[in-house]
């Protein structure tokens, strides 16, 4: 094989011709023969038994070059990205496959290629920066979620409230019609947990053991059923139980229960510990994006549509993959939000885009600042990433493509360079509001007689 020549071409594309020699290509042939010679038949030869001369003499000297073709073409693309060094960034299309007079074959790819990246000003850059700061109700929010996670219930002889569970059978029915899937028995439902349709558990408020309760609702126009998508219905709800939950009290044993702490105040301490980590890595983020952003707004770079089209679809492979994880069917989740596999892929192109943006952007600072990742760098990201999965380290080597973890390590590099090389403002104050200066009045003994109320 030989790349006879890369042509540059506009929108960030290039045009690859390779030859292939006449005797890889006639190897080629004979292999595509050898494929499909028990189908072809001939008369005088039993079944697989004539000849390839026979066959291209009867159908066409070119019986077998589309399959030898399409044999051939991955490996002299796969032979010409590496012999020429090209940036492909996407999956190439077969311009022209042409057979020449002396059976050589000349291919010719057109193929997305990394785009030239000119970049302005990405040192010195100014943004604001926010002061992580946690507030005491977050903490409090923490505490209550504990105390939730490990309270308990117990049988009370009232009405139901909020945040009571009531144990229940339920039928729906849509003009008196009992529908499907809409039946339970000694079904717990927590009354706010909005585990079923928005108007149905705030019905049962005031509800006790025995009683019985009809429950008028109207299913969501987003349902994932067509026949009850937007349509009245009435559950006819038989109540057996009210619970009550009886959450734990907020002391030093609580601490100890719930964590390696001895008292309430050290646990409070690490929840803002935490908490202002959290904090602190989402100002962080925010200020970095903030930077980026005006990186990537001047920066100039011909980004091919394929390269888009090819960050959009691995966009929506992630998000079926997390949602399918969730244990939602991708096609179900699509449905309840009335929306097609199109829409879906339109909406996330302006994601895809400004992704691709700002990886561009972040190598060509890692290009010209010279910045490289090292053996130790590697190491650091490998034993991250097994904390992560919970994993070995030999694990992740063999599962992480080598050079995703590099690309990944020097992108967050020139990240930190970007910020190093920033000027952090402060917040600006929040102004008081201006009050109204209130209307001068006029003294009562110097206001004109006929403001004065009427004699009646």
Known sequence: MEVKNVEKRENSAAAIQVVVSPEEFDKAVEKAYKKNKNSIYIPGFRKGKAPRKIIEKMYGAGVFYDDAINDLAPEAYLFAIKEKEVKAVATPSVESANVTDDKALELTYVVAVYPEVTLGQYKGLEAVRKEPKVEDYEIDAELQTLRNRNSSIETVEREAKFGDTVVIDYEGFQDGVAFEGGKGENYSLEIGSNTFIPGFEVQLIGAKAGDDVDVNVTFPQQYHSEELAGKPAVFKVKVHEVKEKILPELDDEFAKDVSEFDTLEEYKKSIYDKLYQQKQDQTHDEFLDLLLAQITDGMQADINKAMVDERVERVLEDNAQRIQSQGIPFEQYLQMFGMTLDQLREQS??????????????????????????????????????????????????????????????????????????VALPEPEEKPAEETPAAEETPAEEKPAEEAPAAE
Do not use: H
């Open 349 to 422: 192109r302006p994601n895809a885009e400004k992704q691709l943006r700002t990886e561009l952007a972040l190598t060509k600072i890692a290009e010209l600042e010279g910045l490289e990742v090292t053996d130790e760098d590697k190491e650091k990201e490998y034993q991250k990433m097994a904390d992560q999965y919970k994993v070995d380290v030999d694990s992740v080597k063999e599962f992480f493509d080598l050079d995703v973890v590099n690309d990944s390590i020097l992108m967050n590099k020139a990240a930190e360079f970007v910020i190093a090389n920033a």
